[in-house]
């Protein structure tokens, strides 16, 4: 069976991987969400188990001590990290699995799986960047100057991805991640099988 693709979306704080996700996911009915674990609590509207599995820190640094991660970060002081058996057995099951994480996390799964689709969103500018995150009204003028400052650093470490794609309006950011899912699925080394003839 073909294993499923494990694409993964991430870009700076602001950047809108939250709303290209949903959209992604709401256009390609193929793809599962892989639910993130935080150490953060909930924001308003935010349920346990659909935005993310909401933990103590405790709670988090015991999945750490029993490896139950794919992938995690310690991130403006709050844990979020990708629970690593349901994206083995959903992938193996020929199913693709959407993460949307941080650069941090997107790193670390590069190196333990290299045959991920990385998609790095950028933004249109960091004015726009900035309106963003003012826009959310849920960040203090210190941590909004520090995220700010975490961005451009964030936006550097877009050229380590596969993929970048500029997030100006979330349908054309959509279809574009939508043409390169396309192609992902399309290549030889993803199915051998198909060459046995």
Known sequence: MKKGLLIVI???????KGTVCKELLARE??????????????????????????????EFEQMIADGAFLEY???YGNYYGTPLAPIEK???AGEDILLEID????????????DGTFIFLLPPSLEELHRRIMGRGTESEESLARRLAAARDEILLGKRYRYAVL???????????????????????????????
């Open 10 to 16: 991430s870009g700076a704080s602001g950047t809108g």
């Open 29 to 58: 009915s193929g793809i599962a969400y892989s639910v993130s674990a935080t150490s953060r609590a909930p924001r308003a509207g935010e349920e346990e188990g659909r935005e993310y599995y909401f933990r103590t820190r405790e």
């Open 73 to 75: 970060a310690d991130v």
């Open 90 to 92: 959903r992938r193996a």
């Open 103 to 114: 650069t941090q996390g997107a790193l670390n799964v590069m190196e333990r799986c290299p």
């Open 167 to 197: 997030n100006d309006a979330v349908e054309a950011a959509t279809e574009r991640i939508q043409t390169i899912l396309a192609a992902e699925r399309m290549r030889a080394d993803m199915d051998p099988a198909q060459f046995e003839i």
